[in-house]
């Protein structure tokens, strides 16, 4: 009797320092304060992340993941971003016969992918492969990729999604999906960079999409700003500069001192008030990528201010993590 004792005490002893040895992992990964307001804020208690602070009722996208492990990897935080990779394996990962698709959103009747958030998560995980020596990583990633490659073209260019309900893929391109990361992860690009490329440099905005069926560019009467910046840093990735978007984007910066999240195409005026961390990250990356490193801290200090000023209050986890990302590097 006394020996069933001892075993059970020696028993609970052990999976205490068990537990508690879990919490301390668990805790050094969270140590970031960035990591510890996701969790409190952008997290439910499966710890899946939906978009807005607060709202557990929001939508859960693979937009958000690929842009967490993103900033995973800048600090070296490979246990949590592990999690991600099983989250995305457990909840956002669609087997069809031998293609792998990732949902764009987490919802029973969601159906399709978005290039953009797929090469995000391909290029995290292949650079997680490499910085974390996990062979896994990259195995999902060339499995990921190697989809896109057969499952999602048309005429030979990359296409924004497929449906594989129906088995049909779109018939447009979305330029700012055009990234930096889709040229890293996938092969047989030269068509699609022609479409980035093949624009008219002389207006100061850019289309948003082209369309494969109409062979012709889609222009919209109000442009995002986000969009914007997203196809002008695509652009300077493939060496082909936007000379009259980049003149006007530094008038518009000196002259305001604040970029507005939509603007009318026509006559170049803001068509809202709002600003945007999005907006602002994006515009600090491309000042730096063209070289304007003081317009690029004049940015980043505007970011400051909003987020003093409570902009996080409502942020998008795609603005906040944006914002954190830049902080970062």
């Known amino acids: ?21 879990a919490a301390v992992v668990w805790q050094s990964a969270e140590d970031n304060d960035v990591q510890k307001y996701i969790k409190k804020t952008y997290t439910d208690d499966d710890h899946l992340i939906y978009a807005y602070p607060n709202n557990p009722h929001s939508q859960y996208l693979s937009e958000s993941i690929g842009l967490y492990m993103n900033y995973l990897l800048l600090i070296d935080d490979q246990k949590t971003f592990n999690v991600l990779v099983q989250q995305l394996k457990n909840h956002f990962f669609v087997k069809k016969e031998n293609a792998l698709y990732i949902s764009w959103v987490l919802k029973e009747n969601a159906n399709t992918n978005a290039l953009i958030d797929d090469v995000r998560i391909i290029a995290a995980l292949r650079k997680g492969a490499s910085q974390f020596g996990e062979n896994e990583y990259a195995e999902l990633a060339n499995k990921l990729a190697r989809t896109i490659e057969r499952q999602q073209t048309a005429d030979g260019i990359y296409v924004d999604y497929v449906d594989w309900a129906y088995n049909e893929s779109a018939r447009r391109v979305t330029l700012s999906y055009l990234t930096p990361d889709f040229f890293y992860v996938l092969k047989k690009t030269v068509p699609s960079k022609e479409i980035l490329t093949s624009l008219d440099e002389k207006k100061v905005f850019f ?20 969009d914007q910046l997203l196809i002008a840093i695509n652009r300077e990735n493939v060496h082909e500069p936007s000379r009259a978007f980049h003149k006007w ?24 008030e709002y600003e945007s961390l999005a907006v602002y990250a994006y515009l600090e990356e491309y000042f730096r990528t063209t070289g304007d490193g003081q317009l690029a801290e004049e940015v980043h200090e505007r970011s400051t201010q909003l987020v003093k000023n409570g902009i996080l209050k409502e942020a998008h986890f795609f603005d906040y993590i944006l914002y954190e990302t830049k902080k970062t590097q």
């Open 1 to 21: 009797m006394m020996k069933k004792a001892v075993i059970t005490v020696v028993l609970a002893v052990s999976l205490c320092l068990i537990g508690l040895a």
């Open 207 to 226: 289309p948003e999409y082209y369309d494969l069926t109409k062979r012709t560019y889609s222009y919209g009467a109000k442009i995002h700003m986000i």
């Open 249 to 272: 984007i530094i008038e518009e910066w000196k002259a305001e001192g604040r970029i507005a999240g939509q603007y009318f195409r026509k006559t170049a005026e803001p068509a809202v």
